[in-house]
């Protein structure tokens, strides 16, 4: 299940973080920030070519022994990084690729709304609710 | 009984009440009927059903604020009472601060200060008339009172709550003769708040009298002469509209309680007009949408917070497209209409205000344009003596609403939409309210809902006829302007002799050398003749007037046109009054004073040829501008076609 889920902005810097708070969630944060660099490093490694072709799904960006770190950019540069439980071996690819879907719908639904301004937190409850389902329903 | 317990009970709350017999059950039965109104109305139910805490009976705020509200007694009156009784200091309504209360409305209602010493005497009962959705009146015996159903939660809706009850006091106000100077029939309450449902307001009370932003006192004066004209029901609407001219604020009274009883999402006809009207000064095509940053000007308007207008959006854009039919349209406004009423917003979307629900429960509406005409007959009338109020509300809201929000709304007349587009561009700067603006708004009366007067004032300003063209140098382009030099050229003279010198299209002052001038230019119908007529007469009689100084009355006026198509200089013209006023001092000083009129008139007549002319002038060169704007475009284009060859 997806422990911890972040998005941040094209300057690196959060504009949602949230985990499930079964732990300390320094943790997720220190990890999330971490994976910044391989996420980076993936993209500017697709780079040379057009940015058409660029995979938004980054796939796995590192593997610890707890837990697994998937990355996901959009075409703006703003990336999802969702920390999962490897306990939870039963996850394919697939899941983890419509996650990031739903995510970036939902996000999209958050760039929609003219009261948000983009690079402001993400409050809204509906992408709230979503990342709740989310954490929730893959465990 | 429970008074004085509960009085003893409380040392730190108002000193202890001693209720007579008839108090006691009076207010022990108005506060039954309070608690058990909180329980959400579910009959008369026991006291105990209701109690929101084990141990204490609370009375919900709602109830109460209804009750105090039905005292009809002023806002600020019972403010003081809340706070005297200590309901505010401990946040809610216990026995002890409900009798409390209630023996100092009655204290209040008997004419006695709003103090605590006021109700250690005898006091009558306190009276409330009810209002209710049922639309019964019950005077005098306050046992008779139904629980209102309001479920606001005091603490967080204590302000609206006695917004609400201030607004329903001030209409009540105009009615009890003891508080109002206004003479209004005192059968105008009971039919007033009857009719509500009639006309489509659910609580035609709140809705008409929630115009009242936070100021109070501004509402003031407003509230006077909209409570004259409440007596009858064809002034619902007329308030109505006028409570729509208010600011963007006032929409909280419409939604206020208008489902009041169960439902505060359900939208009634009269909010479902407003928000359509609404949506068209924002959209002239209905089953369009509005853009994301339209509608955000709009309704950031309200000032709600943005995260809570960010919910809102949230929850009403069903498909999140960034845009709003109007359906969501409608459905957006409500809830902030009812979150301004204090209603915390749902964490869902109520079924009522789904859009499938809206479009289906609202059909396109087309009759709008009808009532609000039908209303808008009214409004002229009675527009005047509100406009300076309503100038002075708009001018303190304006002075809330950020500058970026003028662009958009505020314009809900549905006829001057296009105008809107126009007029957006130079609103910015065209914030506060001018008497102007009352005089806008009353030159536009259909039924405005003004969410905000400000663009509406920027609009009308905006529409004004654009600064007279700068006076014109004497040297013109267009011959034929003979008007403007025939305009100067008297001045010229003046400034000559030494008189005060005219603005350029007047002619000089009288003055006993130049009267003559002027005054020859008197004879209308040589005026009145286009200039070019004026040049070529003027030649022919260039001569006449020197050789025929009888005649040079007449002759005379000529010569002014004269030297001015020729551009002659001025030293002739000089040299004319110089020798007019001496060889005829005499006679012309005694016609002076009846052709000075003469003179003045054919002063205004110049002038508007020489506006005409101005006029002309100007849409010809606008012509011209547009041209060149053309032409301009044109060479970009060609320019963009040429330069990606170039550039690589």
Known sequence: MAVCVAVIAKENYPLYIRSTPTENELKFHYMVHTSLDVVDEKISAMGKALVDQRELYLGLLYPTEDYKVYGYVTNSKVKFVMVVDSSNTALRDNEIRSMFRKLHNSYTDVMCNPFYNPGDRIQSRAFDNMVTSMMIQVC | ?648
Request: proline share 12%.
């Open chain 2, 1 to 648: 009984m429970e008074a004085a317990a509960a009085g003893g009970g409380c040392g730190s709350g108002p000193p202890p009440l001693l209720l007579s017999e008839g108090e006691q059950q009076c207010y022990s039965e108005l506060f039954a009927r309070c608690a058990g109104a909180a329980g959400g109305g579910p009959g008369p139910g026991a006291p105990e059903a209701s109690r929101v805490a084990p141990g204490t009976v609370t009375a919900a705020a709602g109830p109460v604020a209804d009750l105090f509200r039905a005292s009809q007694l002023p806002a600020e009156t019972l403010h003081q009472i809340t706070e005297l009784c200590g309901a505010k200091r401990v946040g809610y309504f216990g026995p002890t601060q409900f009798y409390v209360a209630l023996k100092l409305i009655a204290a209040a209602q008997s004419g006695l200060p709003v103090r605590i010493e006021s109700i250690k005497c005898e006091l009558p009962l306190p009276r409330f008339m009810m209002s209710k959705n049922d639309g019964e009146i019950r005077f005098g015996n306050p046992a008779e009172l139904h629980g209102t159903k309001v479920q606001i939660p005091y603490l967080t809706t204590e302000k609206n709550s006695f917004k609400r009850m201030d607004d329903e006091d001030k209409q009540q106000e105009t009615q009890s003769p003891t508080m109002s100077p206004l003479a209004s029939p005192p059968s105008s309450p009971p039919h007033y708040q009857r009719v509500p449902l009639s006309h489509g307001y659910s609580k035609l009370r709140s809705s008409a009298e929630q115009m009242h932003p936070a100021p109070y006192e501004a509402r003031q004066p407003l509230v006077q002469p909209e409570g004259s004209s409440s007596g009858g029901p064809g002034t619902k609407p007329l308030r109505h509209q006028t409570s729509l001219i208010r600011s963007f604020s006032v929409e909280r009274e419409l939604q206020d309680n208008s489902s009041y009883l169960d439902e505060p999402w359900r939208i009634t006809e009269e909010q479902r007009e407003y928000y359509v009207n609404q949506f068209r000064s924002l959209q002239p095509d209905p089953s369009s949408f509005i853009s994301g940053s339209v509608a955000k000007n709009f309704f950031t308007k309200s000032k709600l917070s943005i995260p809570e207008l960010s919910y809102i959006w949230e929850l009403s854009d069903a498909d999140c497209d960034g845009a709003l039919t109007l359906p969501e349209f409608c459905a957006a406004f409500h809830l902030i209409v009812a979150r301004k009423n204090g209603y915390p917003l749902p964490e869902g979307l109520p079924p009522t205000l789904q859009p499938e629900y809206l479009q289906a429960a609202f059909p396109k509406p087309k009759w709008d344009c009808q009532l609000f005409d039908s209303y808008s007959e009214s409004l002229p009338a009675n527009q005047q003596p509100r406009d300076l109020n309503r100038m002075e509300t708009s001018v303190k809201d304006t002075a809330d609403l950020p500058v970026p929000t003028q662009d958009v709304t505020g314009d809900d007349k549905q006829v001057l939409k296009s105008t809107v587009n126009e007029a957006l561009p130079k609103d910015v700067s065209e914030d506060p309210a001018t008497p102007k603006d009352s005089n806008s708004l009353k030159a536009r009366p259909r039924s405005r809902s003004y969410s905000s007067t400000s663009i509406e004032e920027a609009m009308k300003r905006g529409e004004d006829p654009p600064t007279p063209p700068p006076r014109p140098q004497k040297t013109h382009s267009r011959a034929s302007s003979l008007d403007l030099n025939k305009v100067f050229q008297p001045s010229v003279p003046a400034t000559k002799s030494g008189l005060l010198p005219p603005p350029p299209a007047l002619p000089p002052r009288p003055c006993p050398s130049q009267s003559e001038q002027v005054l020859e230019a008197e004879l209308p119908p040589q005026l009145s003749r286009a200039p070019s007529q004026a040049a070529e007469s003027s030649p022919s009689k260039k001569d006449v007037p020197y050789s025929q100084p009888p005649s040079k009355p007449i002759r005379r006026k000529f010569r002014p046109e004269n030297q001015a198509t020729e551009n002659q200089e001025p030293s002739t013209v000089g040299s004319g009054p110089a020798s007019a006023a001496t060889v005829k001092p005499h006679p012309t000083v005694q016609k002076q004073s009846s052709k000075q009129k003469k003179a003045i008139q054919t002063a205004i007549r110049k002038n508007k040829e020489a506006n005409a002319v101005l006029a002309r002038l100007n849409s010809e060169l606008q012509q011209q501008l547009k041209e060149v704007h053309q032409e301009r475009i044109a060479l970009e284009n060609q320019l963009e076609q040429l330069r990606p060859v170039t550039v690589l």
